[in-house]
């Protein structure tokens, strides 16, 4: 109702508010309507009743008629007074840095469990095989990664360790490569190489053989399969008639102490002929390779070794050198077959005859017609030929096709012969793709098909073998040919085995990877999800519609559950083509098992004398939550009882924390903690503080007079206590009668001084008039209170209250001269209505029939006055039904306006008083609706007060009690019984109200 009414650390920042500056908590306080709350309820019954009996007056009645206007209350505060003694301190979960957390996320202001994020990718060949398939076939892809590599980029040695194995040279080196006559540079890597000298030829050594190595560093190959190793090398070695110098490769897994030679894939290509060689009689490395070349090793009898060393070693026979070895990009690689493809199976095809057994015809012909040669799916159609007249032979058919290219024959339909002098037709089949080069041949006549679909004929010249293209071969056929070819089928599919996710998950999506390059082909997947490892459980669901884009957002929609599987689906019209199905990624989600949240100490800013009730606002979700409070800072932690009561825990330390336990069985669900409240007491006095007016609607020049009520509720005296209360501008002060000193704060804010106010109720009230207004006007007038308890402590407008008046201007005068006029007719009416009802005996009390109730669902009565659903309730109560009103009325009013028998009464309001619940702790009022369903077979629950609730709580709040109290009621078939005037709220929120609730009234 305050739309530009904002507060900011308590105070008030609107311009135009009269306490801007003071401050404001946001404290519920009273419901400034006070007593007026009754009395206007009764005259808009009356209003609603005169309405009905002459709706010819509606119109004028709408004019001068106005809803009441009740008093707004503050949001709540952390902590809030409650009066008695009691503050109230609500934490809500807008802020998660404020809190500890484990294995649960803050968001949207509320706790729940964490959701952990899964991807299943299913992509090795083993994995699809454990599945079954129909008309597709498994096969993998190497996947090759570099274990290590060195291209010798550094300066220095690096890793690498020169040595000799017999003799006294070692020439190995590492640079760059000069004066070496026909040498071609480095490989690719880049300007430096190892070599035995680099800068010339290998020394003779004078006669003395030389033997030395070039040795690599330590290599792991724990975790290597098929592992192979390669590197360049360029050489030139002296050879004279027999290999005298040459080079080997060795291998040791012990850090050298022991040698073994190893031999490349396609071998050494020279062999030790001179025994002056230390490597005599081996094969080797000699001669010239006369370019840089590749060699490769297989090493896979090293895998799994961890201390796998190699070395290059060079051997001469001491008499003549030449310009030696050179070696470059050395690199060992690991194999793996992870990827698995999918593609639909193919199957051969053979057509004809043995072509050997068919006669070569030498005979001339003439070809008249080529019409219609190749048709729009791209098949050889049908021929027309005539043949020369000077005999009879047979034709050759040719097709040109690309090197390698496959190429089906379909089937073909031939004559027996050619007959002189008559039209024969000549049919074959043939499968081609758009641009390939088809033609017919005779000795001297030729046609062909080309790129651009022009048809060619030659009748001049002997025969001629076209080649369009230097890369396309001739391939030829005659009569009752013999002709291989392949098919893929046209569907398959694969379903994989069954994934367990270990526990109930959320399926997100499925994505997969397949060869989007080639049209009319299609993949498709679907899944289905169930509870059992057996697919043909019960629990397992049908599959789901079809996904298929492999790379789109593809939501499962199969059921939660523990098991997934999915089933891909191939397709294909082109042939020969296949679609390739490559891997497959589902990706789901589990909340945590459990997990926690934990609030840091709160220390109150008074003296606790005791703690009272800690309500949770939840939603189990069929789900627990367990609460712990800890007063020493978290080192021990003690469980909170079910009911909330926390009078029993001690208050020595001044302090407390508290911890919520989630835990979910259902990994697909999480329970929701929406906020905590704490009540206590402390040990000084507390203030009460509200206003009520005399009047809510009022006009210009009216007198209107406010009621200030204060009282002290604590076990003190409290001080120096003032109260500020301000004017709206349109309010004239005209005096008061509070027997204390006050003073003018401000144009239009006035402040009375009490020194000392002892535990009592007090009151006192100020006159006001109403200023001349043009328009309809709200009127908004606030009141602050600050004191200071026994102990010294300062509390600074701790207590506010705010009201609302509405004042409607003055009419013109002959507008209101008729308009009384009508009004004193309506009213002569109306009274001899009503007079003829007393007479008649005629008090009719509208009820609704119980006939109209079913178990297991809430009702909410549409009424501005609780007398239907009262009624309703006593006739429940009346058929054997076990009762609980909860009611904003004094439960003393309520028995003993409705004689209820067995019938347990639950007060909402702020008094101490026994079987009373504070309207703030809707957690208490949820809490005891429960209990009393689940110790009662036919529990009827009357909730009265709604309206109540929602001035000193948000909507949202009392939204989620309703729903609460909704669901229980369906979980222990119960009746619950709600009053309430929809006039009292926008009509949004009744619609929200009135959605999951079932309406009478």
Same mark, same amino acid.
């Given at each position: 109702?305050?739309?530009?009414?904002?507060?900011?650390? *308590?105070?008030?920042?609107?311009?135009?508010?009269?306490?801007?500056?003071?401050?404001?908590?946001?404290?519920?306080?009273?419901?400034?309507?006070?007593?007026?709350?009754?009395?206007?309820?009764?005259?808009?019954?009356?209003?609603?009743?005169?309405?009905?009996?002459?709706?010819?007056?509606?119109?004028?009645?709408?004019?001068?008629?106005?809803?009441?206007?009740?008093?707004?209350?503050? @949001?709540?505060? !952390?902590?809030?007074?409650?009066?008695?003694?009691?503050?109230?301190?609500?934490?809500?979960?807008?802020?998660?840095?404020?809190?500890?957390?484990?294995?649960?996320?803050?968001?949207?202001?509320?706790?729940?469990?964490?959701?952990?994020?899964?991807?299943?990718?299913?992509?090795?060949?083993?994995?699809?095989?454990?599945?079954?398939?129909?008309?597709?076939?498994?096969?993998?892809?190497?996947?090759?990664?570099?274990?290590?590599?060195?291209?010798?980029?550094?300066? *220095?040695?690096?890793?690498?360790?020169?040595?000799?194995?017999?003799?006294?040279?070692?020439?190995?080196?590492?640079?760059?490569?000069?004066?070496?006559?026909?040498?071609?540079?480095?490989?690719?890597?880049?300007?430096?190489?190892? /070599?035995?000298?680099?800068?010339?030829?290998?020394?003779?050594?004078?006669?003395?053989?030389?033997?030395?190595?070039?040795?690599?560093?330590?290599?792991?190959?724990?975790?290597?399969?098929?592992?192979?190793?390669?590197?360049?090398?360029?050489?030139?070695?002296?050879?004279?008639?027999?290999?005298?110098?040459? /080079?080997?490769?060795?291998?040791?897994?012990?850090?050298?102490?022991?040698?073994?030679?190893?031999?490349?894939?396609?071998?050494?290509?020279?062999?030790?002929?001179?025994?002056?060689?230390?490597?005599?009689?081996?094969?080797?490395?000699?001669?010239?390779?006369?370019?840089?070349?590749?060699?490769?090793?297989?090493?896979?009898?090293?895998?799994?070794?961890?201390?796998?060393?190699?070395?290059?070693?060079?051997?001469?026979?001491?008499?003549?050198?030449?310009?030696?070895?050179?070696?470059?990009?050395? =690199?060992?690689?690991?194999?793996?077959?992870?990827? /698995?493809?999918?593609?639909?199976?193919?199957?051969?095809?053979? *057509?004809?005859?043995?072509?050997?057994?068919?006669?070569?015809?030498?005979?001339?012909?003439?070809?008249?017609?080529?019409?219609?040669?190749?048709?729009?799916?791209?098949?050889?159609?049908?021929?027309?030929?005539?043949?020369?007249?000077?005999?009879?032979?047979?034709?050759?058919?040719?097709?040109?096709?690309?090197?390698?290219?496959?190429?089906? %024959?379909?089937?073909?339909?031939?004559?027996?012969?050619?007959?002189?002098?008559?039209?024969?037709?000549?049919?074959?089949?043939?499968?081609?793709?758009?641009?390939?080069?088809?033609?017919?041949?005779?000795?001297?006549?030729?046609?062909?098909?080309?790129?651009?679909?022009?048809?060619?004929?030659?009748?001049?010249?002997?025969?001629?073998?076209?080649?369009?293209?230097?890369?396309?071969?001739?391939?030829?056929?005659?009569?009752?040919?013999?002709?291989?070819?392949?098919?893929?089928?046209?569907?398959?599919?694969?379903?994989?085995?069954?994934?367990?996710? =270990?526990?109930?998950?959320?399926?997100?999506?499925?994505?997969?990877?397949?060869?989007?390059?080639?049209?009319?082909?299609?993949?498709?997947?679907?899944?289905?999800?169930?509870?059992?490892?057996?697919?043909?459980?019960?629990?397992?669901?049908?599959?789901?519609?079809?996904?298929?884009?492999?790379?789109?957002?593809?939501?499962?929609?199969?059921?939660?559950?523990?098991?997934?599987?999915?089933?891909?689906?191939?397709?294909?019209?082109?042939?020969?083509?296949?679609?390739?199905?490559?891997?497959?990624?589902?990706?789901?989600?589990?909340?945590?098992?459990?997990?926690?949240?934990? !609030?840091?100490?709160?220390?109150?800013?008074?003296?606790?004398?005791?703690?009272?009730?800690?309500?949770?606002?939840?939603?189990?979700?069929? +789900?627990?939550?367990?609460?712990?409070?800890?007063?020493?800072?978290?080192?021990?932690?003690?469980?909170?009882?079910?009911?909330?009561?926390?009078?029993?825990?001690?208050?020595?330390?001044?302090?407390?924390?508290?911890?919520?336990?989630?835990?979910?069985?259902?990994?697909?669900?999480?329970?929701?903690?929406?906020?905590?409240?704490?009540?206590?007491?402390?040990?000084?006095? @507390?203030?009460?503080?509200?206003?009520?007016?005399?009047?809510?609607?009022?006009?210009?020049?009216?007198?209107?007079?406010?009621?200030?009520?204060?009282?002290?509720?604590?076990?003190?005296?409290?001080?120096?206590?003032?109260?500020?209360?301000?004017?709206?501008?349109?309010?004239?002060?005209?005096?008061?009668?509070?027997?204390?000193?006050?003073?003018?704060?401000? =144009?239009?804010?006035?402040?009375?001084?009490?020194?000392?106010?002892?535990?009592?109720?007090?009151? %006192?009230?100020?006159?006001?008039?109403?200023?001349?207004?043009?328009?309809?006007?709200?009127?908004?007038?606030?009141?602050?209170?600050?004191?200071?308890?026994?102990?010294?402590?300062?509390?600074?407008?701790?207590?506010?209250?705010?009201?609302?008046?509405?004042?409607?201007?003055?009419?013109?005068?002959?507008?209101?001269?008729?308009?009384?006029?009508?009004?004193?007719?309506?009213?002569?009416?109306?009274?001899?209505?009503?007079?003829?009802?007393?007479?008649?005996?005629?008090?009719?009390?509208?009820?609704? #029939?119980?006939?109209?109730?079913?178990?297991?669902?809430?009702?909410?009565?549409?009424?501005?006055?609780?007398?239907?659903?009262?009624?309703?309730?006593?006739?429940?109560?009346?058929?054997?039904?076990?009762?609980?009103?909860?009611?904003?009325?004094?439960?003393?009013?309520?028995?003993?306006?409705?004689?209820?028998?067995?019938? #347990?009464?639950?007060?909402?309001?702020?008094?101490?008083?026994?079987?009373?619940?504070?309207?703030?702790?809707?957690?208490?009022?949820?809490? #005891?609706? +429960?209990?009393?369903?689940? =110790?009662?077979?036919?529990?009827?629950?009357?909730?009265?007060?709604?309206?109540?609730?929602?001035?000193?709580?948000?909507?949202?709040?009392?939204?989620?009690?309703?729903?609460?109290?909704?669901?229980?009621?369906? !979980?222990?078939?119960?009746?619950?019984?709600?009053?309430?005037?929809?006039?009292?709220?926008?009509?949004?929120?009744?619609?929200?109200?009135?959605?999951?609730?079932?309406?009478?009234?």
């Amino acid at each position: 109702m305050f739309p530009n009414r904002k507060t900011t650390n *308590g105070a008030c920042t609107n311009p135009s508010c009269p306490l801007r500056g003071y401050p404001l908590p946001l404290s519920k306080g009273f419901n400034a309507s006070g007593k007026n709350h009754f009395k206007q309820s009764k005259k808009h019954r009356m209003r609603k009743r005169f309405i009905a009996l002459t709706t010819i007056f509606v119109f004028l009645c709408s004019i001068i008629v106005q809803f009441p206007l009740y008093g707004e209350a503050a @949001e709540p505060s !952390i902590p809030s007074d409650q009066g008695s003694g009691a503050f109230t301190t609500t934490w809500t979960f807008n802020n998660a840095s404020y809190f500890n957390t484990t294995e649960t996320t803050i968001a949207n202001s509320e706790v729940s469990l964490k959701t952990h994020d899964f991807i299943w990718n299913q992509s090795t060949k083993s994995e699809f095989d454990e599945g079954s398939k129909n008309n597709v076939t498994l096969t993998q892809i190497p996947n090759t990664v570099v274990v290590w590599d060195d291209g010798f980029e550094y300066s *220095g040695k690096g890793p690498w360790e020169t040595g000799i194995v017999s003799g006294t040279n070692d020439q190995w080196e590492h640079g760059l490569v000069s004066n070496i006559p026909g040498f071609i540079g480095t490989h690719d890597s880049g300007i430096y190489v190892w /070599g035995t000298n680099l800068k010339g030829k290998y020394a003779d050594s004078g006669g003395e053989s030389s033997n030395y190595y070039l040795k690599s560093p330590s290599i792991d190959l724990s975790t290597s399969e098929r592992t192979e190793m390669s590197f360049w090398h360029y050489y030139l070695f002296d050879n004279d008639t027999n290999t005298n110098d040459g /080079g080997i490769i060795e291998v040791s897994t012990d850090n050298g102490k022991n040698w073994e030679q190893i031999w490349p894939k396609a071998g050494y290509g020279s062999h030790i002929e001179d025994d002056k060689n230390p490597l005599h009689p081996t094969d080797c490395f000699g001669g010239n390779s006369t370019r840089w070349i590749q060699s490769q090793f297989d090493l896979s009898k090293y895998d799994g070794n961890k201390n796998f060393t190699f070395r290059f070693r060079f051997a001469t026979n001491g008499q003549e050198s030449d310009y030696g070895w050179y070696v470059d990009d050395v =690199e060992i690689t690991s194999t793996t077959f992870s990827d /698995g493809e999918v593609e639909l199976d193919s199957r051969g095809i053979t *057509g004809g005859n043995d072509p050997s057994n068919v006669e070569q015809g030498n005979t001339n012909y003439t070809i008249i017609d080529a019409n219609n040669p190749i048709n729009s799916d791209g098949a050889l159609t049908e021929w027309t030929v005539f043949t020369s007249t000077d005999g009879e032979g047979k034709m050759k058919v040719f097709r040109w096709i690309e090197d390698n290219e496959e190429f089906l %024959f379909v089937g073909e339909t031939l004559p027996e012969e050619v007959k002189t002098g008559e039209v024969n037709t000549f049919e074959c089949y043939i499968e081609v793709e758009a641009g390939d080069y088809i033609g017919w041949y005779s000795e001297n006549a030729q046609i062909w098909k080309d790129t651009g679909g022009t048809a060619f004929v030659n009748t001049t010249h002997d025969i001629k073998w076209p080649s369009p293209n230097s890369s396309w071969t001739k391939t030829d056929f005659t009569y009752s040919i013999s002709a291989k070819g392949t098919f893929v089928n046209r569907e398959g599919n694969l379903i994989s085995r069954v994934y367990d996710a =270990e526990s109930p998950a959320i399926w997100d999506e499925i994505h997969w990877g397949e060869d989007e390059s080639i049209l009319d082909v299609e993949i498709s997947l679907q899944t289905r999800s169930g509870n059992s490892s057996d697919t043909s459980d019960s629990s397992w669901s049908l599959w789901s519609s079809p996904f298929s884009n492999p790379n789109g957002s593809n939501k499962i929609n199969s059921p939660y559950a523990r098991y997934i599987q999915f089933k891909a689906t191939l397709t294909t019209e082109k042939q020969p083509y296949t679609p390739t199905l490559y891997n497959v990624s589902i990706s789901y989600r589990k909340y945590s098992a459990d997990g926690g949240v934990v !609030i840091n100490d709160f220390i109150p800013g008074a003296r606790v004398a005791q703690w009272l009730d800690f309500s949770p606002s939840v939603n189990l979700n069929g +789900q627990t939550i367990d609460y712990y409070y800890s007063l020493d800072s978290g080192e021990t932690w003690s469980g909170i009882p079910n009911n909330g009561g926390m009078s029993s825990v001690s208050v020595l330390e001044g302090r407390i924390r508290f911890k919520m336990n989630l835990s979910t069985e259902d990994t697909t669900v999480t329970p929701v903690i929406a906020e905590i409240t704490l009540t206590y007491s402390t040990a000084t006095p @507390e203030m009460e503080l509200f206003i009520e007016a005399d009047k809510i609607n009022v006009n210009p020049g009216d007198m209107i007079y406010f009621e200030i009520f204060y009282r002290n509720k604590g076990i003190g005296s409290a001080k120096d206590v003032s109260i500020a209360f301000s004017l709206d501008s349109n309010l004239t002060y005209k005096g008061d009668n509070s027997g204390a000193p006050s003073t003018i704060e401000t =144009e239009s804010i006035r402040k009375w001084h009490f020194e000392v106010v002892e535990p009592a109720n007090r009151s %006192f009230i100020v006159d006001t008039q109403v200023k001349s207004l043009n328009e309809e006007t709200e009127l908004s007038i606030y009141a602050i209170m600050n004191y200071t308890d026994v102990g010294g402590n300062v509390y600074e407008g701790v207590i506010s209250n705010t009201i609302i008046i509405k004042v409607t201007p003055a009419m013109d005068i002959l507008f209101i001269i008729s308009l009384i006029a009508i009004i004193a007719a309506i009213i002569i009416i109306l009274v001899v209505i009503i007079i003829q009802r007393i007479r008649a005996g005629e008090e009719v009390e509208e009820r609704i #029939s119980v006939e109209d109730v079913e178990r297991g669902i809430g009702y909410l009565v549409m009424e501005d006055n609780p007398k239907k659903s009262y009624g309703l309730f006593s006739d429940l109560i009346d058929l054997g039904n076990t009762g609980l009103c909860i009611t904003r009325a004094f439960p003393g009013r309520v028995k003993l306006n409705y004689s209820f028998e067995g019938v #347990s009464i639950i007060w909402l309001s702020r008094a101490r008083e026994k079987d009373t619940i504070l309207p703030t702790n809707l957690g208490a009022v949820l809490r #005891s609706a +429960q209990d009393f369903m689940e =110790e009662n077979e036919r529990a009827v629950i009357l909730l009265d007060g709604l309206e109540y609730l929602m001035v000193h709580n948000d909507f949202q709040k009392v939204l989620k009690l309703v729903h609460g109290l909704n669901e229980m009621v369906a !979980i222990n078939d119960a009746v619950l019984v709600m009053p309430f005037n929809p006039l009292t709220m926008e009509k949004g929120k009744v619609a929200l109200l009135k959605r999951d609730l079932k309406i009478l009234g």
